[in-house]
């Protein structure tokens, strides 16, 4: 029977996911399964839509700091579903926050600082497998990569271009602070804009060095500035 204070940390690993709450909500009802009776309150929820390969995780760092702020143990639906998340697992080591994962109770702070490392290792393991198998593919005369004829539907089309636009939308927040910062210097037409972002030397959104007028208008109009 669960007791004290709680916030929830819920994560999925696409847009769609996120919009459609599909696992999201399946992670709910294991938290409340879990704290089903008791004395018990959940002080804030944090849901992060993100891949499990990538490090950044500003959602999890807000859940870290609310239950610093609050005294609060993280509760998590699934430690399974989270264990080859070396990141994950070693922030949840690191933050100093106590925790309880639904599906494993039992688990502890060493519990997670072996599984971080097991992920760490499983993760190099399996990319040192897909090298050498791409290796072998090309040595023995397979074509790699390319066009082999096959024609998109219009799903993934639509989840590509999905997923161009959340990369966009992403990319164009980082860049609003030091647009605006800019702009409060002087530079306000697109021109001079332009050639400030390229003499920081801060890639366009497509990797480029040097940016021009209307990559700057197309990421002013996305931030609606």
């Given at each position: 029977m669960a007791h004290g204070t709680f916030v929830a940390y819920y994560r999925v690993s696409t847009a769609k996911q996120g919009a459609s709450g599909l696992g999201i909500e399946a992670q709910r009802d294991a938290v409340a399964r879990y704290?089903?009776?008791?004395?018990?309150?959940?002080?804030?929820?944090?849901?992060?839509?993100?891949?499990?390969?990538?490090?950044?995780?500003?959602?999890?760092?807000?859940?870290?700091?609310?239950?610093?702020?609050?005294?609060?143990?993280?509760?998590?639906?699934?430690?399974?579903?989270?264990?080859?998340?070396?990141?994950?697992?070693?922030g949840l080591e690191k933050a100093g926050v106590e925790f309880v994962a639904a599906d494993m109770p039992g688990a502890n702070r060493l519990?997670?600082?072996?599984?971080?490392?097991?992920?760490?290792?499983?993760?190099?393991?399996?990319?040192?497998?897909?090298?050498?198998?791409?290796?072998?593919?090309?040595?023995?005369?397979?074509?790699?990569?390319?066009?082999?004829?096959?024609?998109?539907?219009?799903?993934?089309?639509?989840?590509?271009r999905l997923a161009q636009s959340n990369r966009s939308a992403a990319r164009a927040a980082d860049l609003a602070p030091v647009i605006?910062?800019?702009?409060?210097?002087?530079?306000?037409?697109?021109?001079?804009?332009?050639r400030a972002l390229t003499e920081r030397g801060i890639p366009t959104s497509r990797g480029g060095e040097t940016w021009s007028p209307m990559q700057v208008s197309r990421v002013m109009q996305r931030l609606g500035m």
């Open positions: 704290l089903n009776g008791g004395d018990w309150s959940i002080v804030a929820e944090f849901t992060e839509v993100e891949s499990g390969k990538k490090s950044d995780r500003p959602e999890l760092a807000k859940a870290f700091a609310a239950c610093r702020l609050y005294g609060a143990k993280l509760v998590i639906a699934k430690l399974d579903r989270l264990s080859r998340d070396a990141h994950f697992l070693l519990t997670v600082g072996i599984m971080a490392v097991v992920a760490q290792e499983e993760r190099r393991m399996i990319s040192e497998r897909t090298k050498a198998a791409l290796a072998a593919a090309k040595a023995n005369g397979k074509r790699l990569g390319g066009n082999r004829g096959s024609v998109l539907s219009a799903k993934a089309q639509e989840a590509g605006a910062e800019l702009k409060a210097a002087g530079f306000t037409s697109l021109g001079a804009l332009a």
